[in-house]
């Protein structure tokens, strides 16, 4: 087992989840309790996710072929290794489709982000994307902690702050004119002018941290949970991870992004468990993509890795 983290203790209570403001999935508000938790300060970053991948040899989704079991109809040059990566558009174009932004790219993998060309070199304090669900549960085993539950991951981005702020810091998405996050600066999905002159992801903690300390909570990139997504939460229930009830099917998710919760018949499999993502990542547009918010959450089967998915760990208190 690799040695922790930098981890923040994150002291257990109660708070007011979700909101009731923004996209119908994000509600009701209702109060949670959470138990007491350690909580990484950061997203895992491409030199953390090496490192583990030099000890383990493990081996990314994104880098295996797909299993023609699950996927009988495709060809089998369709199910060689690869990844989605996000293309920007040269203008305007109907925001309904993400197929219009997004791509299926052939060896796209952690260490080739954006595609076989590219590379994580001179990028090591980036946090580590195109990775699954279950990659990021076996980098989080490899340290000794888990995924954060959803609950547990929006207590902490919240920190303590009041519970009718719209965003983790406040009331404004930029106060006083200052950019608290990596999110997209311009129009979506062709112009963006960047984040405080960043353009796609950022290196961790390139952005204000919250009261508890953590940085990139919010924006830069979307982070994996252990809790199964639902169309809406559940007051009646205290879920800890995974326990949540499975979904059915939404259309309420970040489209900044694909996404597919059309599986409620099928057999389970990582291609048909849906778990929720929180945070927003450097894609999420305020017209399109509000979702740099801490009750935000979008769907994604667990199978999925992209250029904007990224985690983090925790451990129990």
Request: charged residues 20%; proline residues 9%.
């Amino acid at each position: 087992m690799q040695t922790l983290l930098e981890a923040v203790d994150v002291a257990g209570g109660a708070f007011l989840m979700g909101s009731d403001r923004y996209y119908p999935d994000e509600g009701p508000v209702h109060e949670r309790t959470v138990a007491a938790f350690r909580i990484a300060a950061h997203p895992v970053t491409n030199a953390e996710f090496a490192a583990f991948v030099a000890a383990t040899g493990w081996t990314t989704e994104a880098e295996r072929a797909l299993d023609p079991v699950q996927y009988p109809d495709l060809a089998p040059a369709d199910r060689a290794p690869g990844s989605l990566v996000f293309a920007p558009t040269t203008g305007p174009v109907d925001l309904g489709d993400w197929r219009a932004w997004w791509t299926w790219c052939p060896g796209a993998d952690w260490r080739h982000p954006a595609g076989p060309t590219s590379s994580v070199d001179g990028r090591e304090e980036h946090p580590v994307v195109q990775v699954s669900h279950g990659d990021a549960a076996a980098y989080a085993a490899w340290v000794g902690g888990r995924l954060p539950s959803e609950a547990e991951w929006e207590y902490a981005a919240r920190a303590g702050g009041d519970p009718s702020w719209p965003f983790a810091w406040g009331m404004e998405a930029h106060p006083g004119g200052r950019t608290m996050a990596n999110t997209w600066h311009g129009a979506f999905p062709y112009r963006n002018t960047g984040a405080a002159g960043w353009t796609g992801t950022s290196p961790v903690g390139s952005f204000p941290a919250n009261a508890l300390g953590l940085v990139d909570m919010i924006g830069n990139v979307w982070e994996w949970t252990d809790s199964r997504y639902t169309e809406r939460h559940d007051p009646s229930t205290t879920p800890t991870p995974p326990a949540e009830a499975r979904a059915t099917e939404s259309s309420a998710h970040c489209g900044c992004g694909p996404t597919d919760t059309h599986h409620d018949a099928a057999p389970e499999t990582p291609s048909t468990v849906t778990r929720v993502l929180k945070g927003g990542s450097h894609l999420c547009a305020p017209e399109y993509c509000l979702r740099y918010r801490p009750a935000a959450r979008s769907p994604q089967t667990s199978d999925s890795a992209a250029t904007h998915i990224g985690f983090r760990v925790v451990w129990d208190g």
